[in-house]
């Protein structure tokens, strides 16, 4: 890391030479078929020509005027693009489409002021591909204004963001979408997530984001709703270095006086603990029992010692949230070669705090004429976090004539300081009400190199890549520290605080650290010729990738034996009396506090998944105007677990090995498009892909959330979950940049994998099981609308029906906890599926100006699977208005003033029990995210 950061900034000190002539660059494409077109003659009017490379770009070095130049390649008709205005020093960038010559034009003459680039690459993309798919240019997203890609993609049809980090396809969890960066899988800072958070992606090192929503053989197999490909420029056209600052100010969250915090590392700043937070003693030490002998309690008040006294809060004022951003790009000439590097440095450190952070859980009522529910358990009060994370980009590119190599470096630290002081009540036959204080922090660090090769033959036909990619991912929670009050007796009567371990549970710390490398590789050999006289496309390929899991939790419990009154500190509330030298275990008398270690081997495992796969895949058109794909693709796909389990008969907990998923599978694809006209297609497609059960889920370990107080408990018995997908599309493109495209789309789930109630007795534990079959049915559509000539409208929206068969467990306890007159259907939604997806967006823009206002909704989805005592949790639609306005300055436009309004109508996360008939509001979880604002200045040299 240390060596790649060095290479970064010397890269940006090193001062290069260039020519102060102008430059006309871009590609020169196939209309048809949207590949490149290599070695096709640029010729600028009565001056040497140029032809372009295997990737089909060209590059022509002009002194300052005005210029006509041509593109011309056998068996296509030519194209002139006249009154070329190029200033001294300026890089134009012109993408430029050939049309077949059996159209039967001779020559296209065009000036340079109708060619739109901004957004014609990839609706052309779109146009012509036999996949369903939508998808952002750079152009595109540079035309928004916005910063990162979490914020752009949010204009792609059937998309949300989730978290402002996390992207979902068609209302579908995180479960049924991939996010792949340069086409392969990279996992994210949230290993058990198939998506990355996108919001670490400076939208100035992307070339262009695809959304596919129909499988083909060359794709994973895993995924439903989508993949989203991130594709990073590898070769700039220019010089470029850029600086950004920002800040931002939420009324609810910065600035404020109650913010809650703890003891820090001295390099919490940079996202990691530099040790201050590691474990003090072996977790395989035997702990003493201060029962046991003298030199016992020796040794154990000894050991205790060892911990840090850090159960309490500290509370002083948060500060403003900062970003920064540079980057830098360039390509060099190396004899006949090309070198290429573009890169990326950010930080951010943000600061969340909820002053009346709200989470509770409510059952039905025994008595089945009362419709409201009421209260088991609340938690109401205060939780303050501080979000630091440095992001590191690289990506270097030799470019030869016949070949190209890559290779791209993604560093991501992360560091979350979370503290809360939280008052919770409850009700278990006699109401409790306590307390709690907690201190968490959490390091998630990410390393990934990914290495790749693209080799043409002479004349372009045949097409080599290959790819292969190195994870290594750490999720640390260090140290976690809760500690609790009983304040019944406080609250009613105005009394102290009292200690009472029976109704509050005592202190615990604990340590769960989880390692987890992958190893990825890629084969695809293209090859274009000839089928009953029209071009033909036959794909073919191989794929490996093997991730590797250890985890471990070590979980401690304080504890007292026979203290002689009251242990000072509790009158006051303070949990640091914990571990105040005057009240820890005294050797002689067997009296103060000691701990104990509470962890459990089923909690630890390592877990592998291999996936080997091979593919065939055939483009063609069956006849005129009818272009299809048709492949399929074999998996095979092995997951072994190595931990420990306990007995059926004895009980006791003793090692287990087993492949728990040992599956081979063939997936096939079928995806065709009918051209009605040069402006619009109809569309199908057909896949089988499967969604596959998470390291976490399955496995005995069970894994606590100390903010919300629940469980997640492992489960062996996951299987895998298979998916038919049938999709159609009729769709529009006008020559402004206009379209219109409306899809339907149906999947067949079958063993759908949901996150459940652990039983009907429980109600703050979960685990993820297989249950009946689910069908999806959706449509979407999407305008994009020029309004006048600097105003263009955009709306996409989704409606999604999905409908589940119950189990009979699910079935029979909703059954026997119904209401009066209430009817119990045997179906339900799919877990995670939102019945609806609203994306718009005006925009506004000129020379020097540019403004946004977009907006989306995503309708509620079935968040937690009730158990008929408990009703089920959905989260409700979060309403997102945000305006973005961005002002260049300088001659060269090169210095950009942001502002940015997030959550203008200032809405509210809520998640809620949702119960017919009850009239009153029962949150499961509720978060005032308020309104936040930024501002940002950003330099280009």
Avoid: C
Wanted: glycine share 8%.
């Amino acid at each position: 890391m240390k060596n790649i950061l060095f290479l970064f900034f010397l890269l940006f000190i090193i001062d290069i030479s260039y020519s102060q002539s102008g430059r006309i660059t871009g590609k020169v494409y196939d209309k048809e078929f949207q590949e490149p077109l290599p070695f096709a003659n640029v010729v600028v009017a009565e001056m040497d020509g140029s032809v372009t490379d295997f990737d089909g770009i060209y590059n022509i070095e002009l002194d300052a005027g005005v210029y006509n130049i041509q593109f011309s390649f056998v068996g296509f008709n030519t194209v002139t693009v006249e009154n070329i205005e190029l200033a001294q020093g300026e890089v134009k960038e012109l993408d430029i489409y050939l049309e077949s010559a059996a159209q039967e034009f001779e020559e296209v003459v065009v000036t340079a002021q109708t060619l739109r680039n901004n957004e014609q690459s990839v609706l052309q993309v779109q146009k012509k591909s036999a996949n369903l798919l939508d998808g952002l240019s750079a152009q595109n997203i540079k035309s928004t204004g916005v910063s990162n890609l979490a914020n752009a993609i949010k204009s792609v049809p059937g998309v949300s963001i989730q978290g402002g980090k996390y992207v979902y396809v068609r209302g579908l969890g995180d479960r049924y979408t991939k996010t792949t960066i340069n086409g392969i899988d990279i996992p994210g800072l949230d290993p058990d997530r198939n998506t990355i958070q996108l919001d670490i992606f400076p939208t100035n090192i992307i070339d262009q984001i695809i959304v596919l929503k129909s499988a083909s053989a060359d794709q994973p197999a895993d995924f439903t709703g989508g993949i989203v490909d991130i594709f990073t420029k590898d070769i700039p056209t220019s010089k470029q270095f850029g600086f950004s600052v920002s800040t931002s100010y939420n009324p609810e969250m910065n600035l404020v006086n109650d913010f809650r915090t703890q003891d820090k590392s001295s390099t919490d700043f940079l996202g990691f603990d530099r040790g201050y937070r590691n474990s003090p003693i072996d977790r395989n030490r035997e702990i003493p029992n201060p029962t046991g002998s003298e030199s016992g309690r020796i040794e154990l008040s000894n050991l205790t010692k060892k911990f840090s006294n850090s159960f309490s809060n500290e509370v002083e004022s948060s500060g403003m949230n900062l970003s920064l951003n540079a980057n830098y790009g360039n390509q060099f000439d190396l004899g006949k070669n090309k070198l290429g590097v573009i890169s990326s440095l950010s930080y951010s450190n943000v600061y969340t705090h909820y002053d009346n952070f709200e989470s509770n859980i409510f059952q039905r009522d025994n008595n089945r004429t009362k419709y409201e529910l009421r209260k088991v358990q609340g938690r109401n009060g205060l939780s303050s976090e501080v979000n630091t994370q440095l992001n590191g980009l690289l990506g270097l590119s030799l470019k030869t004539a016949k070949s190209k190599y890559k290779y791209n470096f993604l560093g991501i630290q992360n560091g979350i300081l979370n503290s809360i002081l939280m008052e919770e009540e409850r009700i278990i036959g006699s109401d409790a009400l306590f307390e709690q204080t907690g201190n968490f922090y959490t390091e998630k660090r990410l390393l990934n190199n990914l290495l790749s090769g693209t080799h043409f033959n002479a004349d372009g036909s045949l097409k080599v890549e290959w790819k292969v990619s190195n994870t290594q991912n750490k999720n640390h929670e260090k140290d976690f520290r809760t500690s609790a009050f009983d304040i019944q007796e406080k609250v009613l009567e105005g009394g102290d605080y009292n200690l009472d371990l029976t109704a509050t549970g005592p202190p615990t710390r604990f340590w769960r650290i989880l390692d987890e490398s992958s190893n990825v590789g890629k084969l695809d050999l293209t090859k274009e010729y000839t089928l009953r006289g029209r071009k033909a496309k036959f794909k073919t390929g191989g794929y490996y990738s093997k991730k590797e899991r250890d985890y471990y939790i070590e979980n401690y419990i304080f504890d007292y034996r026979e203290v002689t009154g009251r242990i000072p500190g509790i009158r006051d509330g303070n949990p640091s009396m914990w571990l105040q030298s005057a009240n820890i275990l005294d050797p002689s008398t067997g009296e103060g506090t000691y701990f104990y270690n509470a962890s459990s081997k089923l909690d630890e495992f390592n877990s592998d998944q291999t996936i080997v796969a091979a593919y065939l895949s055939n483009e063609f058109e069956f006849f005129k105007d009818l272009r299809l794909i048709l492949g399929v693709r074999y998996e095979i796909y092995k997951q072994n677990y190595n931990g420990y389990k306990r007995s059926d008969t004895t009980l006791l907990i003793e090692p287990f090995e087993d492949q728990v998923i040992d599956e081979a599978k063939i997936y096939p694809s079928l995806n065709l498009i009918y051209k009605l006209n040069e402006e619009s297609n109809i569309r199908f497609g057909y896949s089988e892909t499967v969604a596959r059960p998470s390291f976490k889920e399955l496995s005995n370990a069970s894994i606590y959330d100390p903010l919300t107080t629940t469980f997640f408990f492992g489960n062996l018995n996951v299987k895998p979950s298979f998916i038919d997908n049938f999709d159609v599309r009729y769709e529009k493109f006008y020559t402004s940049g206009d379209m219109f495209a409306v899809s339907g789309f149906y999947k067949r789930v079958n063993d759908p994998i949901e996150v459940v109630l652990y039983s009907e007795i429980v109600d703050d534990s979960f685990q993820a099981r297989n249950l009946s079959d689910a069908n999806v049915y959706g449509i979407e559509f999407e305008i994009r609308k020029t309004i006048l000539e600097n105003l263009k409208f955009r709306t996409n929206a989704s409606y999604i029906y999905s409908e589940e068969k119950m189990d009979d467990g699910e079935y029979q306890g909703r059954l026997n906890n119904a209401r009066e007159a209430e009817t119990i259907d045997d179906t339900r939604t799919l877990q995670g599926q939102s019945p609806y997806l609203i994306n718009s967006s005006l925009e506004y823009f000129k020379e020097k100006f540019k403004a946004n206002l977009n907006y989306n909704v995503q309708g509620k989805a079935l968040e937690i699977v009730g158990n008929g005592a408990i009703p089920d949790v959905f989260t409700m639609p979060f309403n997102s208005l945000n305006l973005n306005i961005i002002r260049y300055g300088g001659e060269k436009n090169n210095i950009e003033f942001r502002f940015l309004v997030n959550n203008i109508l200032n809405d509210t996360r809520r998640s809620e029990f949702i119960s017919p008939q009850a009239k009153e509001t029962y949150h499961f979880r509720k978060l005032d995210v308020g309104r936040r604002f930024t501002v940002g200045v950003g330099f280009k040299f």
